[in-house]
């Protein structure tokens, strides 16, 4: 399938959204893929840290929208931390998310109460807020 | 068409009064033999070199066929990685060159014939017809002025006009006119004669003969440089040089300079309007050893960066694509240069070979693929900007035959040894400096026009020691 | 006595013309005071222009010029020159600067920006008026060089300058000349051979009897200026004495020290007497005071004891008493009219990339280290083998842009051989292992010079050379095998690849050392410490001081030919220079009010080239004219007001800034 | 000397056992833990997108209490907690536009006045690991323990600057301090997977399961960590693993502060193993650590 791809496109709203909360200039990314090396999360992910900001850059916006790399994304920052033009993606990952849940509104989050018990008798509860802010359910 | 500006810069029936600014060289013959060099090519290289030479007391016979010296560099608008004005950076070399008592300035002229040994070489040169006398003409432009005949001119890559009677550039050194036979009412239809009407000094001269001269040098510095590819003919998947809004590199760097046809302004060639995307193709031609060239062209990274980067200073809301397959920013400061551009000016860089372009109304349709996201892209373009391959000058082969130098399989001159002695050919006396050799940018090509003048002169002064040590 | 002012004004194409509107600057130019010319033109640098300003001024004997055009770095002379060769004293013409400071940076108010053009033609006209009309300043010359650095830069400017008759001396820090080319097996693209490409170079040096070679060396304090530098060479202590020494080898084999070998790139070990390397000039032995025994502090206790007699094997194995442990350093001095600064590379340290190692796991080596193993002459043989177990690696990871295109945490730059140097290792490790796999790890490939690109692309088909695109995050150990962990931008997969041996292509950095010897040099460098040529492509082999020349990687990395041809640019300059009997240098210098001046010398302190000096007759701060560069730093300092900068006085200045601050306020 | 502490919710709760040792190890190190009055939840996330304020101001009241209380200095314990202080207050410090935003909304005058340090910097830069040494009773002999980092106590690196990213060995001189054996394993800086614990369970499970590998092959006896949340990836993974992996041999995940306390000759008792999926005392036992 051909992709168009236009000035419009390239400086579309959603894309200038996530560019303007995360803070990171897609453009300083040079896509040499460092990231992608290190990244942890990668095995769950259908695009590659460095796909994302690729897709960023050419203003695919439904491909973004849609992916599911950014609810896999743990915020480890290891990208960040060795991108050699200092792009921060965790960030970018969670711009994306953030747009998301701010479409779906509160109802729509994760429900703790869905989770067992004993889950809930062990986890920290540092786990459940991060999962309440970030996540939709699966 | 945007609107074209003259390109004789002069002020209509104001005709200045210039005097021939090489007549107060000294004797090229002044001097013995192995104190003559000649160079042949006068651009940035070939300049170089001889004002190098010209600085240590040698005569230096500079030869080029075009007529006049600043090579290609005289085409360009600003330069990478500085952005500074090209015009700003060659005039005060073109000037010193032709103000140089040391530097004999031979414009229109090619290589016949080369005798003699090394230390004692004896050049052939045709002087081509100018069909001005240029010992008479003082370069007041007048005949400029007066031309009728105005038509789409090979130095401003077609998109400009030039008269039939003209200089290169308002800058031209030497500064005198020559006629473009195939343009000249005159020359092609028996009537007109206006610019011999009009020279107040008779030089126009509708019946010169071509005229040949012998010069006897110790050691030649070959700088010819390089030509674009042919896309026209040699690629139509690019439109063929059909698709009006589709040009190269070279052509681009005539839009944007000030002084060429639009003064500097990005419209489209075949409307007229403000380009508002803009899309590049690089290595069109380079690196295709199946059809085309199997080399890289080495700067086309560069310019093309610094095309996007200008093109977005003059047209801040439009978007600039760039087709590549390696981004080649290897000399100092360079890799900075591409990866500002890109931060500051939002250029879309796709990885991967523009496959086919069409024209689909007025918009250039553009085929390609980028190959980080596995995806194939096309884009609507106002105006297609191809990196075409660079290319030995034409003529290359032959002048090595006349030289008995070596060429590669894609007609660049072979130095010695690639490392060791890189500018030093398989014959003594004769040195390579420049993109003859091999392309290269700028700042390597006018430290390769130094290290040959060095080359020269080692190879003399040890030409006449060995006769002091015979005598 | 009103001086007779022409002022022209240049359009430079749209640049100046496009913010400043040139016909009214000419209009207002013309009812300035003392202006009996003022007219614009669109390039007045080209020759039209230039001939214009030299017909007016004969025309209408001006006595002094204004040219408002772009900065005066791109032509002051051009037009001091012009102005010259019509009789006009080249100090009575001036460049305002429209460009730069006026027309670029006011892009989109153009009137203000032409009235601000006035005013600095306004001012400038005002300094004219006071200049006065010098003559220029001649300087002896010295025709003979010096080189820093023996590397193939260094060795390829003295050949030239020496052929062309002039004495050279090379100063080399290493015990031999030869550079990191020694290092290397063969070139790309064509595979030839360097030893014997480099042999031919080195022993054509050591024959010539224009070259003195100072090994050991370096520069300890730079003196003069162009033309006339002195420059004071230190040299280590020669512990053995070459013309004894009838390189047996018998004190290599008693020293007890065990050191990695720096040649070999810590693949070797040797002793603290040692040979530097394999060529013909190194088989005299070189001792290195830091790693021998006799000169570490042994502590009093075990003198005492009777342990701490000193280290004296390699003395008492000689048998031709070339061994002298009480040498010591010597200083010499060159007298030399002009400098050659080849001072070369050094590899970014692997120790600066945790994640690859840090230069700690065995198997994880620098390129410098891969050209050693490839050389027939190294400590394999020639032979590829594995560091850690001596076995041949089958599968290698040879990872580009190591420390380079890093901006946020290493170097922003390209380091340009790489790319080349890279894929000619991997091929060569191909052709010897046929059953290995070498695996490139790249962002972008460049080979951009003729030949280059055939040559990766015949990697490819050929040794069937595996590129992925994607920068490596981290190189692991892991039950004996190296774990590369990269991605392939290109198929968007993670990869790990099981690798035996891993090959870092550093980045280039300037050598060790290059920031304190451009200091001593007065060479400006840039962020990383390379050093800066006045202008890319004007002057790419000029320093920042007159004399003193640029060659190699010192400069900027790049590949073997490109430092070739800049070495030998950089002896072309130089013979150009000492073609000439004197050189001419500006007046425009700094200079001393006897009357005033009270001898303080405060300004000799503060002149950072060494211009001042105090007169012990006199007891006044003299000015050494060939020396003086105009900076204006002890006009600044000095508490008397006894210095003056010649045709940029106070006086004029103040005028000048009356001027500006004048239309500052009108607008 | 007194360092004002925030012990935070999970420590309160489900990580008690790294707050009370912790505690009783500073007394026994000569110095208090002074817990920092009316202490609110930091938040548990930074926040990554530069619209979102709000989350910062829990964070914010609470180095602006600190300040309040006269201190300059602010000691966390668990990682999260650190990093979510520490960046806050490099907000604070650094992007004035943000600062005053938060501030305001909260009614306070903060400047990011207090300097955020971890326990193991305390131990490190104020105490000294010398010193530790020396206090030791009875020392970790032959337990050779992996000490694992995660990212938090190490990223983003400008903003934390804890240790060297790449290869930081502050942990790694504790345990030294305290006689063990620290293992090198590759993995020391990976994620486990943090918070996808709630929703991407199969991330947590492989992340954990690739840590604690590289960790038994680099031969570790042990896992120590300072966050409740890679203590629960790693240690509550394990039975997960192991279905898939039959030949999983599991590992026990501690605090750092267990160990320290076991060091100081603190009783086994106190140290709340129990809570531990796997069990530590068989293996602690057979050291000779406890008896």
């Given at each position: 399938m051909k992709t168009v791809i236009s000035r419009s496109q390239v400086k579309g709203d959603f894309v200038s959204k996530v560019a303007e909360i995360s803070g990171e200039n897609f453009f300083d990314c040079y896509q040499c893929g460092n990231c992608s090396a290190g990244c942890p999360s990668v095995d769950e992910m259908d695009l590659l840290p460095s796909q994302v900001v690729r897709y960023l850059q050419l203003g695919l916006e439904e491909e973004v929208k849609n992916c599911k790399s950014m609810w896999v994304c743990a915020a480890c920052m290891m990208c960040h931390a060795r991108c050699p033009k200092g792009v921060d993606i965790s960030k970018i990952m969670e711009a994306l998310r953030v747009l998301r849940l701010r479409e779906v509104g509160a109802e729509g989050h994760i429900d703790v109460t869905d989770f067992s018990d004993d889950y809930l008798a062990r986890a920290p509860q540092i786990a459940m807020i991060s999962g309440y802010r970030k996540f939709l359910p699966l | 068409m945007g609107e074209l500006i003259e390109l004789t810069g002069l002020k209509d029936g104001e005709p200045t009064s210039c005097v021939a600014v090489f007549g107060d060289h000294t004797d090229f013959e002044s001097v013995p033999v192995d104190r003559r060099v000649m160079v042949i090519g006068a651009g940035i290289t070939g300049i170089t070199s001889a004002i190098d030479l010209g600085n240590a007391g040698y005569q230096v016979m500079l030869v080029d066929r075009l007529p006049s010296v600043g090579g290609r560099m005289l085409q360009l608008s600003e330069t990478f990685p500085t952005l500074d004005c090209a015009q700003c950076t060659l005039t005060p070399r073109t000037v010193e060159s032709g103000q140089h008592p040391n530097v004999l300035l031979k414009t229109s002229c090619e290589i016949e014939d080369l005798k003699g040994e090394p230390g004692d070489f004896t050049v052939r040169v045709r002087q081509k017809i100018t069909y001005v006398d240029w010992n008479k003409c003082t370069g007041c432009g007048t005949c400029i002025q007066k031309c009728p005949s105005k038509s789409i001119a090979l130095f401003e890559r077609d998109a400009g006009r030039m008269t039939a009677i003209y200089t290169l550039s308002p800058q031209a050194v030497p500064n005198k006119p020559v006629i473009d036979a195939d343009r000249c009412r005159y020359l092609t239809k028996g009537k007109c004669g206006v610019c011999a009407k009009v020279c107040p000094v008779d030089a126009i001269n509708y019946e010169q003969q071509e005229s040949f001269f012998e010069a006897q040098v110790g050691a030649i510095i070959v700088a010819t440089g390089f030509d674009i590819y042919d896309w026209k003919n040699k690629m139509p998947e690019y439109g063929g040089g059909k698709i009006p809004d589709v040009i190269d590199g070279l052509t681009m760097e005539r839009y944007l300079s000030a002084s060429g046809p639009t003064a500097g302004a990005i419209v489209r060639p075949s409307d007229g309007k403000i380009v508002k995307e803009i899309v590049f193709i690089q290595c069109v031609g380079s690196r295709n050893p199946e059809f085309h060239k199997s080399y890289c062209s080495r700067v086309c990274c560069m310019y093309t960066a610094k095309h996007a980067r200008l093109y977005k200073h003059k047209v801040h809301d439009g978007q600039v694509y760039i087709f590549y397959i390696d981004i080649r920013s290897t000399g100092k400061g360079y890799e900075q240069f591409i990866q500002q551009s890109v931060s500051e000016e939002e250029i879309v860089y796709l990885r991967g070979r523009a496959a086919k372009l069409y024209q689909d109304g007025d918009k250039v349709m553009v085929q390609g693929a980028d190959t980080l996201t596995g995806k194939k892209i096309e884009v609507a373009a106002d105006m297609v900007v191809l990196a075409a391959a660079m290319v030995p000058n034409e003529g290359a082969r032959e002048l090595a035959a006349i030289l008995g130098l070596e060429c590669n399989k894609d007609g660049f001159f072979k130095e010695d040894n690639y490392k060791l002695s890189p500018v030093e050919t398989g014959r003594q006396g004769i040195y390579l400096a420049g993109c003859c050799q091999g392309i290269k940018d700028i700042a390597d090509s006018a430290a390769q026009g130094s290290a040959a003048a060095s080359k020269a002169l080692v190879f003399l002064s040890s030409v006449r020691r060995q006769k002091q040590e015979a005598v | 006595m009103k001086k007779k002012l022409g002022v022209f004004i240049c359009w430079c194409g749209s640049n100046i013309a496009s913010s400043v509107d040139v016909d009214k600057a000419v209009a207002e130019a013309e009812k300035l005071d003392g202006v009996v010319h003022a007219e614009n033109y669109m390039y007045m640098c080209s020759d039209p222009g230039q001939q214009l300003v030299k017909d007016t001024i004969a025309e209408k004997g001006l006595e002094g010029v204004v040219v408002a055009c772009c900065s005066p770095r791109m032509h002051e002379n051009t037009f001091r020159k012009a102005a010259g060769s019509v009789g006009l004293n080249s100090y009575l013409l001036e460049i305002a600067?429209?460009?730069?400071?006026c027309s670029w940076v006011h892009q989109n108010n153009k009137p203000l920006a032409t009235a601000k053009a006035v005013s600095i033609i306004e001012g400038t006209l005002d300094k004219v008026k006071e200049n006065l009309p010098l003559e220029t300043i001649t300087i002896d010359i010295t025709k003979r060089n010096c080189v820093v650095g023996g590397g193939i830069a260094g060795i390829m400017a003295a050949l030239d300058l020496a052929n062309a008759g002039y004495d050279v001396a090379i100063i080399e820090k290493e015990p031999a000349i030869g550079g990191h080319m020694s290092q290397i097996g063969q070139t790309f693209p064509y595979f030839h051979n360097v030893p014997e490409l480099l042999q031919k170079k080195i022993d054509e040096v050591n024959a010539h009897p224009r070259i003195k070679v100072y090994l050991n060396s370096e520069v300890e304090v730079l003196d003069g200026y162009v033309g006339n530098f002195n420059v004071t060479i230190r040299t280590k202590p020669a512990f053995v004495d070459p013309d004894k020494c009838s390189a047996c080898g018998k004190c290599l084999e008693v020293c007890p020290v065990s050191v990695a070998d720096e040649f070999n790139r810590g693949l070797s070990q040797r002793g603290a007497i040692f040979r530097y390397n394999q060529t013909e000039g190194a088989r005299i032995p070189v001792l290195e005071q830091r790693d021998c025994l006799h000169f570490v502090d042994v502590e009093e206790a075990e003198m005492d004891a009777g342990a701490g007699v000193r280290c004296r094997a390699c003395v008492e194995a000689c048998p031709e008493n070339a061994i002298d442990l009480g040498a010591i350093r010597t200083l010499s001095e060159e007298f030399v009219g002009a400098i050659v600064m080849a001072t070369g590379y050094d590899l970014y340290s692997p120790a600066k990339m945790p994640e690859y190692g840090a230069g700690k796991i065995p198997d994880v080596i620098d390129a410098l280290a891969f050209e050693r193993l490839l050389d027939p002459k190294g400590p394999t043989g020639g032979q590829v083998l594995r560091?850690?177990?001596g076995k041949v690696p089958k599968n290698v990871v040879f990872i580009q842009c190591v420390g380079s295109r890093d901006p946020e945490r290493h170097k922003a730059y390209c380091s340009r051989a790489c790319c080349m140097y890279t894929a000619k290792q991997a091929r060569l490790y191909r052709q010897q292992v046929a059953e290995g796999t070498a695996y490139i790890s790249y962002m972008d490939i460049r080979s951009d010079s003729r030949d280059f690109e055939e040559f990766v692309q015949a990697g490819m088909e050929e040794e069937n050379l595996v590129y992925i695109r994607g920068r490596v995050a981290k190189v692991i150990q892991e039950n004996g095998f190296l774990k590369v962990f990269t991605s392939d931008t290109l198929t968007s997969r993670q990869l790990e690849i099981e690798a035996d041996l891993v090959v870092l292509a550093m980045a280039m950095e300037p050598k060790a050392g290059t920031r304190e010897l451009a200091k001593k040099m007065n060479v400006t460098i840039d962020g990383d410490a390379f050093l800066s040529e006045t202008h890319i492509k004007l002057y790419p082999v000029e320093s920042s001081t007159k004399g003193v020349y640029l060659a190699g990687c010192g400069q900027s990395p790049k590949d073997i030919t490109d430092t070739v041809s800049q070495a030998l640019a950089t002896a072309g300059k130089i013979q150009l220079m000492f073609s000439n009997e004197t050189l001419i240098a500006d007046p425009l210098i700094a200079e001393v009010k006897n009357d005033i001046c009270s001898g303080c010398g405060i300004c000799i302190d503060i002149c950072p080239y060494g211009a001042r000096l105090m007169n012990d007759f006199t007891r006044i701060s003299d000015v050494n004219q060939a020396v003086c560069q105009g900076c204006g730093a002890c006009i600044a300092a000095c508490p008397n007001k006894a210095c003056e900068l010649i045709n940029s006085t106070s006086r004029q200045f103040i005028r000048m800034i009356g001027d500006f601050a004048g239309k500052a306020e009108a607008v | 000397m007194k360092y004002p502490y925030f012990p935070g919710c999970t420590l309160y709760t489900k990580a008690k056992k790294l707050d009370d040792a912790g505690r009783e190890c500073s007394l026994k190190l000569g110095?208090?833990?002074d817990e920092l009055k009316d202490w609110t939840c930091c938040g548990a996330t930074f926040p990554l997108v530069n619209d979102q304020h709000i989350t910062m101001s829990g964070p914010t009241r609470i180095l602006a209490d600190t300040k309040e209380q006269g201190n300059d200095k602010l000691v966390a314990l668990c990682s999260v907690c650190y990093n979510v202080l520490k960046r806050t207050n490099h907000v604070m410090l650094n992007d004035e536009e943000r600062r005053a935003k938060v501030t305001d909304f909260i009614e306070r005058d903060y400047h990011g006045e207090v300097e955020v340090l971890h326990y193991l910097q305390v131990l490190r830069d104020e105490i000294g690991f010398d010193a530790l040494k020396e206090k030791v009773v009875k020392p970790l002999a032959g337990l050779k323990v992996a000490c694992y980092y995660g990212c938090l106590l190490l990223r983003p690196v400008k903003e934390i600057g804890l240790d060297v990213m790449e290869n930081p060995t502050i942990f790694e001189d504790f345990i030294r301090a305290l006689g063990g054996e620290p293992v090198e394993f590759p993995y020391k800086i990976e994620c486990c997977g943090a918070f996808q614990a709630v929703h991407s369970m199969d991330t947590a499970t492989r992340c954990s399961r690739d840590i604690l590998n590289s960790a038994k092959d680099s031969g570790a006896d042990l896992v120590i960590t300072t966050c409740p949340l890679c203590q629960f990836n790693l240690d509550d993974r394990q039975p997960e693993i192991q279905k898939s992996d039959p030949g999983f041999s599991s590992i026990p995940i501690l605090y750092f502060t267990q160990l320290l306390a076991l060091a100081l000759d603190l009783s086994a008792e106190e140290l709340g193993f129990e809570r531990n999926l796997i069990d530590p005392l068989p293996l602690l036992r057979e050291k000779g650590i406890v008896s």
């Open positions: - | - | 600067n429209i460009r730069e400071q560091p850690s177990d | 110095f208090e833990l």
